[in-house]
């Protein structure tokens, strides 16, 4: 028999206080993507069989290149969320659970990273 | 301590439950956001990559898309890009405590059907 009392077992292993944040942030960044993804299907549509030229200029005018920006923070962050709950709600191994929930978080910034520094090349010419 | 095993409501999909619009339309929400995530995310990375690498690295983005497997892919991430979006604003009217109904939901269910198409037939029709 354990002398952890149930209380102290309820505040190690329940409610971590972030429920209303991840809840409210997921929402958040859907509302934002309904325009940024409108936005998406914009370029999609206006650069659908471009060269290489047309597409490079597109990414590099300022206005379009910080709309990528912002599409693709937004786009990786509510991805890392929604995953997250994914794996909360249908993986019950602990161990396998903690190694998908930080690939989860180090892809999405990886995905950050990546985007914002190529749109980066491409707006400011380097 | 032992805990009680206390009775669990059974897993949604399963012989429990009679397959529903609403239920299989939220699952399909979460299957079509991890596509989108595993597959839809990381080829807007590599579109990206591409154009900011130069044409020679377009041109193998532009072959690949144009390969059936990469028509494949596009189909399919357009297709849950629309569907989840469409669903999402859904979803988000209900959060609000609006059109909870089960008449409502079945209505705004075929909406958002009727829109996955509309919305992915005109988007594929352009970039096929």
Redesign the interface.
Same mark, same amino acid.
């Given at each position: %028999?354990?002398m *952890?009392n149930?209380l102290a077992?309820a505040r190690g292993l329940g409610s971590a206080k972030s429920g209303v944040h991840h809840w409210y942030a997921q929402?958040a960044s859907?509302?934002l !993507?309904?325009v940024l #993804?409108g936005w998406?299907?914009y370029a %999609? #549509?206006t650069l659908?069989g471009a060269d290489?030229g047309t &597409?490079?200029s597109f990414?590099a005018q300022p206005t379009n290149a910080a709309f990528?920006i912002l599409l #693709?923070v937004a !786009?990786?962050y509510h &991805?890392m969320l +929604?995953?997250q709950v *994914?794996i909360e709600d249908y993986v019950h191994n602990q161990v396998l659970e903690v190694i998908l929930y930080f690939l989860t978080r180090a892809g999405g910034y990886l +995905?950050m990273a !990546? +985007?914002i520094i190529? *749109?980066l090349?491409?707006a400011l010419g380097a | 301590m032992k805990t009680k095993q206390r009775p669990l409501s059974p897993f949604m999909i399963g012989p429990y439950y009679k397959p529903q619009m609403t239920s299989l339309m939220s699952i399909t929400h979460r299957a079509s956001g991890v596509f989108l995530s595993i597959i839809g995310a990381p080829l807007l990375l590599w579109w990206l990559i591409a154009v900011a690498s130069g044409p020679q690295a377009y041109a193998v983005l532009t072959g690949f898309l144009g390969s059936l497997i990469g028509q494949l892919l596009l189909i399919a991430t357009i297709v849950c890009l629309s569907f989840h979006l469409i669903n999402g604003v859904r979803h988000l009217v209900w959060d609000t405590g609006r059109a909870l109904d089960i008449k409502t939901a079945y209505t705004a269910g075929w909406l958002v059907l009727i829109g996955t198409v509309l919305l992915s037939a005109i988007v594929l029709g352009v970039l096929l």
């Open positions: %028999m354990s *952890v149930p077992k929402r859907a509302l !993507l309904i #993804i998406l299907i %999609m #549509i659908a290489h &597409a490079s990414i990528l #693709i !786009l990786f &991805a +929604g995953l *994914v +995905g !990546l +985007g190529h *749109v090349k491409l | -």
